[in-house]
């Protein structure tokens, strides 16, 4: 089945340490993809989003992904991260094959240590 | 603009009690979509529509039911609830395909 994968489902890191995310998807052909943030109680919002172009995309906040068509990544990277960074991130992909639907991965969880 | 906004916060249902959740945009986007989000399994697509008129199903439609009469307004019904539909749920708009998703501050729902 279609699907998005984010693999890491709870990430602790120390302040100042470097961050990547896993992002996967299995949809063939052209892809809009996105990263979004979901802060404790609030709602989700955009980090940054890839639709043509340069694949290493720059975000909000020092985040950047890196599109990698071959092997179907998309994956969020930081290289130092702050306490408020801790958060739920939730990769995200808008196929062309069904443009009107932008599917989820399962998130990763991000707890920094002050 | 208010964005995307959405009625109640929080709910507390029976088993096999009905209601709406409410969902209203200032944006004049064409497509809506709703998501429940459990622990573990992210966001989950429930219903979309790409316009007033036009729904379709998502991942996990059984229970719901969805209807777009405006462009505003996108009502999720839950039809007799049950308790696996406690969730989080979400509203979320778009003006066209491949556009940034904006969400709502979701809706607590709890069934017992």
């Known amino acids: 089945a279609q699907s998005v994968s984010q693999h890491n489902h709870h990430v602790i890191l120390s302040e100042a340490a470097s961050l990547e995310l896993g992002c996967n998807y299995s949809?063939?052909?052209?892809?809009?993809l996105f990263w979004y943030v979901q802060y404790p109680g609030q709602h989700l919002q955009l980090l940054l989003k890839?639709?043509?172009?340069?694949?290493l995309v720059k975000g909000i906040k020092g985040f950047e992904a890196e599109f990698i068509k071959s092997k179907f990544s998309f994956n969020l990277r930081k290289p130092s991260v702050q306490w408020s960074d801790t958060a739920e991130y939730f990769c995200?992909?808008?196929?062309?094959?069904?443009?009107?639907?932008?599917?989820f991965g399962s998130g990763t969880r991000l707890s920094i240590r002050p | 603009n208010a964005g995307v906004t959405q009625t109640p916060k929080f709910q507390v249902l029976k088993t096999g009690q009905s209601m709406t959740l409410q969902c209203a945009q200032d944006?004049?986007?064409?497509?809506m979509s709703w998501y429940r989000q459990d622990p573990g399994m992210g966001l989950r697509l429930i219903h979309y529509s790409v316009g007033a008129g036009i729904t379709d199903q998502g991942e996990v439609p059984n229970g719901y039911n969805v209807s777009r009469s405006t462009t505003e307004d996108f009502p999720l019904r839950l039809l007799s609830a049950a308790p696996s539909q406690t969730s989080v749920y979400f509203c979320?708009?778009?003006?066209?395909?491949?556009?940034?998703?904006?969400f709502g501050p979701g809706t607590r729902l709890t069934v017992t």
């Open positions: 979320a708009s778009r003006g066209r395909e491949g556009s940034e998703q904006y």
């Open positions: 944006m004049n986007h064409e497509y």
């Open positions: 890839y639709f043509s172009g340069d694949p």
């Open positions: 949809y063939g052909g052209t892809v809009n």
């Open positions: 995200a992909v808008n196929p062309y094959s069904s443009a009107s639907k932008i599917i």
